[in-house]
């Protein structure tokens, strides 16, 4: 690594190989603003939020709501979820109207399952 990309790296917050234990930053440390995109949180998700377009009348309530921004927009309308971001807290299906129910929490070892047994997931 060049100084130069060495330096960059530093001054960006990022951890390398050659990084050790003590070179991560504290938990609950936000080291630069802006990077929460850089952390995909989905990797530790055992429920998975299926959203339905048909059911959505598109009140945005799980867009407000969810804490990871992973609700995804088009042109004002849920267009699906982030799964790379999405941590599956089931807010989003908690804040949908109850009538609606266009979220479902489903267990990831079961989509996995199903998608398996090339079924349809709800
Ligand atoms: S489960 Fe949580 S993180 Fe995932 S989309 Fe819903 S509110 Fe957002
Ligand atoms: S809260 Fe439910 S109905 Fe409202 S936009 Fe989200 S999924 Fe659609």
Redesign the pocket.
């Known amino acids: 690594m060049s100084d130069a990309t060495q330096g960059a790296s530093e001054k960006e917050g990022r951890l390398e190989p050659r990084h050790g234990w003590r070179d991560m930053p504290l938990g609950g440390v936000i080291p630069k603003a802006g990077s929460a995109t850089e952390y995909e ?2 990797d530790w ?1 055992s ?3 299926l959203h339905s377009k048909e059911r959505c009348i598109n009140c945005l309530l ?1 867009w407000v ?7 995804r927009l088009q042109d004002g309308k849920v267009e699906g ?3 790379e ?11 949908c109207p109850q009538k609606v129910h266009a ?1 479902e ?1 489903v267990p990831e070892g079961r989509i996995k399952e199903m998608e398996a047994g090339d079924r349809d997931v709800r």
Do not use: L, V
């Open positions: 949180t989905g998700r429920i998975r939020p799980c709501y969810c804490p990871d921004a992973a609700i979820i982030d799964y971001h999405c941590k599956g807290c089931g807010i989003c299906a908690k804040e979220i929490m």
